[in-house]
């Protein structure tokens, strides 16, 4: 398995707290990427990052910022959280060039109450 | 927009048999794609890939087959197993764009 791990593995809050989802990888990989998972629309880009405080904003961006201070980690924050942002959150993470697989975490379940 | 589409959200085969599982994409500068698959609480895990420049990969039971002038792949199972009962989404991305574009999903479901 590829040396990716996202913390916390499940987390319920309340509306209007911040949250912050990580991601830790021991791979060395340049490309980290956030991913949601919602049934009917499959897994949506939210944040990547090309490189240390290199990142930029996915297809569902809004209410969610990333940081990534160190290759290895790479954190999304939720603002505030809102209900439409219940959901399951993956961290992957990808290497080389443009043809190649990412790997995946396994997942973080935050329902927001 | 979906650029990546799976139409069909569920798929049930008999054992033994063969799955078909159907993508379609819009965007032309698509030019790899991939097959993952996803069981129950666990992350997505890579299956198979294929580059525009081949019409078929395989790899053991599976296969995937692109058509580029139609924007269509399938991922072929043959025989299809109990184990093989999970989501399958299908991937695309763009030479130059290191992003990942996913299709909805679909599950199949293998009886015995």
């Known amino acids: 398995d590829a040396g990716i791990t996202q913390s916390p593995r499940h987390k319920v809050t309340e509306t209007g707290t911040p949250v912050t989802l990580r991601c830790h990888q021991t791979?060395?990989?340049?490309?980290m990427y956030w991913y949601r998972q919602d049934p009917g629309h499959g897994l949506r880009l939210i944040h990547y990052?090309?490189?240390?405080?290199?990142?930029d904003k996915g297809e569902v961006s809004d209410g969610y910022s990333v940081s990534r201070s160190k290759t290895e980690d790479f954190l999304l924050t939720l603002e505030s959280a809102t209900s439409s942002q219940t959901s399951v959150y993956f961290c992957?993470?990808?290497?080389?060039?443009?043809?190649?697989?990412?790997?995946f975490g396994q997942g973080t379940r935050l329902t927001v109450v | 927009d979906q650029q990546v589409k799976q139409n069909s959200p569920s798929l049930s085969v008999q054992e033994g048999r063969i799955s078909i599982l159907n993508c379609d994409y819009t965007?032309?500068?698509?030019?790899?794609f991939l097959w993952y698959k996803k069981y129950p609480a666990e992350g997505p895990t890579f299956l198979i890939s294929?580059?525009?420049?081949?019409d078929k990969n395989e790899d053991g039971r599976f296969t995937v087959f692109l058509n580029k002038s139609a924007k269509h792949l399938s991922l072929h199972i043959v025989p299809s197993q109990p184990g093989d009962s999970a989501v399958y989404f299908c991937?695309?991305?763009?030479?130059?764009?290191?992003?990942?574009?996913f299709g909805q999903g679909t599950r199949l479901t293998i009886n015995p």
């Open positions: 992957a993470i990808k290497g080389g060039g443009w043809n190649t697989e990412a790997f």
């Open positions: 791979e060395n990989h340049r490309y």
């Open positions: 990052s090309y490189g240390v405080k290199d990142t």
């Open positions: 965007n032309s500068m698509f030019d790899y």
């Open positions: 294929i580059s525009s420049i081949k």
């Open positions: 991937a695309a991305s763009a030479q130059g764009a290191q992003k990942l574009v």
